[in-house]
């Protein structure tokens, strides 16, 4: 079946630098979509990717999916406090009907 | 909107007796899903429902776990008989639909603790 993994799986920052996450695919995905959850809370949903090459962008917060759909990337610009969480990539596979999660990589920010 | 409503938000319980957890999607909402997370495995889909009727229960760990969805409003994950490997935080979640371009709206979750 469907396997999306995340590495790393744990990240220790300095305040002020960046960090990135990035979600692989065992097989092609039709969009990805990106949750944070809070230390102590549930998963909130941050963004989608649809197309090819996309890449969204929310502050300091860079999304990409592949080009050829099977991976994609989380970048944060100048790491605050406040982005402490889990960071959760979430596939659709073309021919499934499931949502997958990957296993997070958990951020920590040292102030 | 109040979102999805989860209750108990917290239960502690002896190995052997009776768990339900309880849930309320987001009105309008089609799709729920029931989801397991533990530092192990990480966060598991364990079944979800549309139009209240159960469509995949492929990641229902064993018989000792069920769920149900009366109504659209309401649904139950039981453990019967539950055991310490079943320590997790337990997840609902709904969407509109279930295609790629739907979001996932998640419960605050319910902490389980089987001693």
């Known amino acids: 079946g469907q396997q999306v993994m995340q590495i790393p799986q744990y990240q220790h920052v300095q305040e002020g630098e960046d960090f990135t996450t990035y979600c692989n695919s065992s097989?092609?995905?039709?969009?990805i979509q990106w949750y944070k959850q809070r230390p102590g809370g549930h998963p909130v949903f941050l963004i989608q990717l649809v197309k090819s090459g996309e890449v969204k962008k929310q502050k300091r917060l860079t999304f990409q999916f592949g080009e050829a759909k099977k991976n994609s990337s989380l970048h944060i610009t100048a790491t605050q406090t406040t982005d402490v969480g889990t960071y959760f990539c979430?596939?659709?596979?073309?021919?499934?009907?499931?949502?997958?999660f990957g296993g997070g990589t958990r951020l920590m920010v040292k102030p | 909107d109040a979102g999805v409503i989860q209750s108990p938000r917290h239960e502690v319980t002896e190995m052997g007796q009776e768990v339900t957890l309880r849930c309320k999607p987001i009105?309008?909402?089609?799709?729920l899903f029931w989801y397991r997370q533990t530092m192990m495995r990480g966060l598991e889909l364990l079944i979800y429902f549309n139009n209240n009727v159960p469509i995949d229960d492929s990641g229902m760990p064993e018989d000792r776990f069920s769920a149900k969805m009366p109504n659209a409003s309401f649904s139950t994950l039981k453990i019967q008989p539950s055991e310490p490997r079943d320590s997790a935080v337990y997840f609902c979640a709904s969407s509109f639909g279930l295609d790629a371009t739907y979001e996932q709206y998640f419960g605050p979750g319910t902490r389980l603790t089987v001693t």
């Open positions: 979430a596939g659709f596979g073309n021919a499934g009907n499931m949502l997958t």
């Open positions: 009105s309008g909402h089609d799709y």
């Open positions: 097989t092609t995905l039709s969009n």
